[in-house]
């Protein structure tokens, strides 16, 4: 089945410091899409990516779809605290219709 | 206006006992949606509903999984026979257009002793 490789795992940043995460797959995707999740929180959507090559931001976040459409990064600069949480990338395929496919997560920690 | 809601929010259970978690979807949303997640993973799809009928159901794991959404709203996941691998938060996303549209609820943890 479809996979995705997210990395890190986990990151431990100065306040301040840029963050960058990356997520790779071995299938396409038409759709890769980013989101925070928070202790007994559902995920929420930061970032949906819909074109190969195109690059996103949201406030201090940008995200790209990258170009053989089987992988994505996310960066966020000038960390705060509140950036503290899991990150995760998912992937849709038309062909499997809306569901979407999750990378395991990265564990953001961010020391003031 | 209200987001996706859970319940419970948190269940315990006895192996071999059966479990009913319900969601209720933002409202006039036609999709809904069900994960899993395991502890340190990211959720992973277990069935999608469009309006009344499931659309998919490829990521149920077995024929103890079963759910419904008998009036187009309101969704109940359903599960006979708990095993203690089925211990995990399960999620619920309702939306009203493509995958950048689905909304989360906070999840409800399951436990299975």
């Known amino acids: 089945g479809q996979q995705l490789n997210q990395s890190p795992q986990s990151m431990f940043i100065q306040e301040g410091e840029d963050v960058s995460m990356n997520c790779t797959s071995s299938s396409i995707f038409n759709t890769w899409l980013w989101y925070k999740q928070e202790p007994g929180e559902g995920p929420v959507l930061l970032i949906a990516?819909?074109?190969?090559?195109e690059l996103t931001s949201n406030g201090r976040l940008t995200a790209q779809f990258g170009i053989t459409r089987k992988d994505s990064f996310l960066n966020i600069s000038a960390s705060i605290p509140s950036d503290v949480g899991i990150y995760f990338c998912a992937g849709q395929l038309w062909e499997y219709g809306n569901k979407l496919v999750f990378g395991a997560g990265t564990i953001l920690r961010v020391k003031s | 206006g209200a987001g996706v809601s859970q319940t419970p929010s948190n269940k315990v259970t006895e192996k071999g006992k059966y479990v009913e978690l319900r969601c209720d979807p933002i409202s006039g949303h036609t999709a809904l949606y069900w994960y899993r997640q395991s502890l340190g993973q990211g959720p992973e799809f277990l069935i999608y509903?469009?309006?009344?009928?499931?659309?998919?159901d490829s990521g149920l794991p077995n024929d103890r999984f079963f759910a419904v959404r008998p009036e187009g709203s309101v969704s109940t996941l359903k599960i006979q026979r708990t095993e203690r691998g089925d211990s995990a938060v399960y999620l619920c996303a309702s939306s009203n257009g493509g995958p950048d549209t689905q909304y989360f609820g906070p999840g409800t943890r399951l436990t299975v002793l």
């Open positions: 509903f469009q309006g009344t009928g499931a659309a998919d």
């Open positions: 990516l819909y074109k190969a090559g």
